[in-house]
């Protein structure tokens, strides 16, 4: 289960995130959605561990990542937008790296690495330096690499960027077989059509602030239109800007 | 076209400028105030070198005209060097290019700007610093306003035919390698290629010029002067004009200008020219994909895996992880050779020294010199630190979120990077300090007590690598050789240097209270003990302080970490 209390971060006296307050259930699977400069990465970063929350507090499986982050980060996984990695390490190599940061000991290891590369068909490449992989092969390394420890959370940001339309519908499948083991799924996107295909709870962020959440169906109510989520997107943000 | 393609980096130096906060203008002030010092000591250190020459009868001009020349030549090839460094990064691998070449701009005009660039970023620092060697020439020959005229004059070309050749140069290799490739060979051989110079330098040892007696015949000594001239060379060209207007002679040097002037522009004719043939098609081989197999080493990693096993899975992965991306690294690992150089002269230097012949007794001189080779030996190691230990904590480089959302804590990192550089660090001090220590005949008091200070300043020298380094991160270096040169890797020599500093200071005068006593077959009093056990134990606590310190500075600089 995630919790955010009163989430709030401020660059240089911006609001960035302001006064977030969320919880989302074990097993779901969430899109968080917003126009650029809403803050969905800057939120994403905080639950990741990677940037401090100005106020407030973020509670993963009940634990503070503030007070407790390693604890935290033990059961998370994070998938950033950009797939900056350790260019001279081959895939393999990376792999076994990420693995020893989560403190996981030989036994089996290699099997289950073996098995993650031919999941995302980089076993061909598993001993190439990464910089010679292209951004799609980065990137599925990257998620890869996030679900070697089998993480109760797992933290996406733009899943789809990069990736082939073969590659996105094994992430896609990969994500629902994930919820259906009961780990939750925390998506950042802006592809629309992604957050209303998979993802089972909405929350529309824009400001810093969520403006409107639930399922497609809560949503399309509260913005009082029909059709397809980018109507109803599009109705709410522009309401916030007018306002 | 030209001046809009030209001017991203002047609008990003205003805004830069113009934009930036305190602590960046503090930086800029560091950095100019410490760039002021140098210029101002190198331009009295050359005054002194040159009234030093001219006081010297039928010689002095000699010995003047040969440095200038020499000095010129260094520039020029300095020029060059330097020039094909920056426009493989301006022509070929920076980012921006690709917005260039997309863009309706003519492939000419893209060429020139960023040739321009590359003059840029080349020319200023050696111009900056060339400077007060040219302004002591002008000082001491007192020199008309013609001299500063013709300065400006000569500088001008002279850069223009460097740039013009070290991008030919750059064009060329790309034809035939990968501009990373390329890049991987040009900074190989040109180590190689300081190493070989500076041992050459040093084993023709320059120190016996100074002592013309040691020659039999003054033209053996002239022969041993002879700079590398010659007269088809922009240098000598330079210097031929230059020393007319210093020893205030009119004629000769029309030609010179001619020569000089006339090649610079045959030389953008031909780049211009060659650009259009073979520039664009080394720019789009380096946009394709290389295929780079790992390469093995597997005894040093099984060596690290096993030393660092005690450590934990996780400190044991980063450092296995350090230590495969340094030996793939061509930037990184070849720097070894420099390190290489640097130990053999050190070690050289002390079995030439002439010990028997000095006028001091000998056995105070030896033990005098162990002292300040400990000193010595903390500054090599610092050196070796600001380029290998300060960067470690960039050496992240953007893949640093791995780092910050896994479980490993910010303390276990710090850790992790100062245990992986304290052993090898620790062996290499030892073994320069017990072996000059055995070539100086050292009393066995001074070896321990050398081997034992050195020990612990290593510590504190790495420590301050390590923490400085995250306290001045760089994730966004393009090389990470860049981030030894920064602001942070000044304020580390700095602070290391005055560290080792006190640690003599501290040491020095109980030590020698000790020997004179000893040697003097007199007997230590109370107040002199304490003395001396106040002093150890300072040298203790100032230890256990640049340990405690910097790690702790660099952990709070992670912790408030921005990225």
Not at chain 2, 419 to 441: D, F, G, R, S
Request: charged content about 15%; glycine content about 8%.
């Amino acid at each position: 289960m995630i919790r955010f209390e009163n989430l709030t971060k401020i660059y240089r006296g911006i609001k960035a995130v302001d006064d977030l307050n969320l919880q989302i259930p074990q097993g779901t699977i969430f899109g968080f959605i917003g126009p650029n400069g809403a803050g969905k990465t800057t939120t994403i970063k905080m639950m990741a561990g990677v940037l401090r929350p100005t106020r407030g507090r973020i509670y993963i499986d009940g634990l503070d990542i503030a007070k407790e982050p390693s604890k935290v980060k033990r059961i998370i996984g994070f998938i950033p937008d950009r797939p900056f990695l350790y260019e001279r390490l081959s895939g393999l190599e990376f792999l076994r790296f990420k693995a020893g940061l989560y403190g996981m000991k030989e036994d089996r290891l290699d099997e289950r690495i073996w098995d993650l590369l031919g999941l995302f068909e980089l076993r061909e490449w598993a001993d190439e330096l990464i910089e010679s992989y292209s951004h799609g092969m980065k990137q599925r390394l990257i998620i890869a690499a996030s679900m070697i420890h089998d993480p109760q959370v797992i933290i996406v940001d733009e899943p789809m960027v990069g990736l082939d339309p073969k590659g996105a519908k094994l992430v896609k499948e990969i994500f629902r077989q994930w919820a259906g083991e009961g780990a939750t799924v925390f998506i950042s996107t802006h592809t629309l059509a992604l957050a209303q295909e998979i993802c089972q709870q909405i929350a529309i962020v824009d400001k810093g602030r969520i403006v409107a959440s639930g399922t497609s169906e809560d949503l399309r109510k509260q913005a009082g239109v029909e059709g397809d989520l980018e109507r109803t997107f599009l109705k709410i943000t522009e309401g916030v800007a007018g306002k | 076209m030209f001046r809009l393609l030209i001017s991203p980096k002047f609008v990003g130096f205003k805004n830069g400028l113009k934009r930036s906060r305190s602590k960046i203008k503090i930086k800029v002030l560091t950095l100019t105030g410490t760039g002021i010092l140098f210029w101002l000591a190198l331009f009295f250190l050359s005054c002194r070198v040159l009234i030093y020459f001219s006081s010297q009868e039928i010689i002095g001009d000699i010995l003047a005209r040969h440095l200038l020349a020499m000095a010129l030549l260094i520039f020029f090839s300095l020029l060059i060097f330097s020039h094909i460094i920056t426009a493989l990064s301006n022509l070929y691998i920076s980012q921006d290019l690709e917005l260039c070449h997309s863009s309706p701009a003519r492939l000419t005009e893209i060429f020139l700007s960023r040739s321009f660039y590359t003059v840029i970023d080349s020319s200023w620092m050696l111009l900056v610093f060339g400077l007060p060697v040219m302004m002591a020439y002008g000082f001491v020959y007192h020199a008309g306003l013609d001299y500063y005229l013709s300065l400006i004059h000569v500088s001008f070309p002279l850069i223009i035919i460097a740039a013009s050749l070290g991008i030919m140069l750059i064009m060329v290799l790309v034809r035939f390698f990968p501009a990373q490739r390329a890049r991987d060979i040009i900074m190989f051989l040109s180590l190689i290629l300081i190493v070989i110079l500076y041992l050459l330098f040093r084993f023709l040892r320059p120190e016996r010029l100074v002592n013309p007696e040691t020659f039999i015949s003054v033209a053996q000594y002239l022969g041993a002067l002879k700079a590398p001239d010659s007269p088809y060379l922009p240098s000598h060209w330079a210097t031929e004009i230059l020393w007319a207007r210093l020893i205030k002679y009119t004629g000769g040097h029309v030609l010179n200008h001619l020569l000089l002037w006339s090649t610079a522009f045959a030389l953008v004719v031909i780049d211009i020219w060659m650009a259009g043939l073979i520039y664009f098609d080394g720019f789009s081989r380096a946009q394709e994909a290389k295929r780079r197999s790992r390469t093995g080493r597997k005894i040093l990693e099984r060596i690290v895996s096993v030393i660092t096993r005690p450590l934990g899975p996780d400190m044991t992965s980063l450092i296995a992880k350090d230590v495969r991306t340094f030996f793939r690294d061509n930037s990184q690992w070849s720097q070894l050779l420099l390190l290489g150089a640097l130990v053999v002269v050190y070690l050289y230097n002390f079995s030439v020294l002439p010990l028997e012949r000095s006028p001091i007794r000998s056995i105070y001189l030896q033990n005098a010199l162990s002292f300040l080779n400990i000193g010595l030996a903390g500054f090599v190691i610092s050196a070796l630190s600001v380029r290998f230990i300060f960067p470690a904590v960039s050496s992240e480089g953007q893949a640093f979120w791995i780092i910050l959302s896994s479980p490993l804590s910010p303390r276990r990192f710090l850790w992790s990077k100062f245990l992986a550089y304290l052993l090898p660090m620790l062996v290499l001090a030892e073994m320069l300090i017990i072996y000059t220590n055995y070539l100086l005949k050292v009393t066995p008091f001074m070896m321990a007590l050398s081997s034992v200070t050195i020990f612990f300043l290593v510590f504190g020298i790495v420590a301050l690598g390590v923490g400085l380094g995250a306290v001045y991160p760089n994730f966004r270096h393009e090389n990470i050789a860049q981030v030894a040169t920064g602001f942070g890797g000044l304020i580390y020599m700095i602070i290391s240097s005055v560290f080792i500093a006190l640690v003599i200071m501290l040491e020095a005068g109980p030590v020698y209270t000790i020997l004179s006593t000893h040697f003097r077959g007199e007997e230590i009093t109370h107040l002199q003990w304490i003395w001396i056990v106040g002093s150890f134990i300072m040298v203790i606590f100032l230890n256990i302080f640049a340990v405690q310190r910097p790690m702790a500075a660099g952990l709070k600089a992670i912790n408030g970490y921005e990225g």
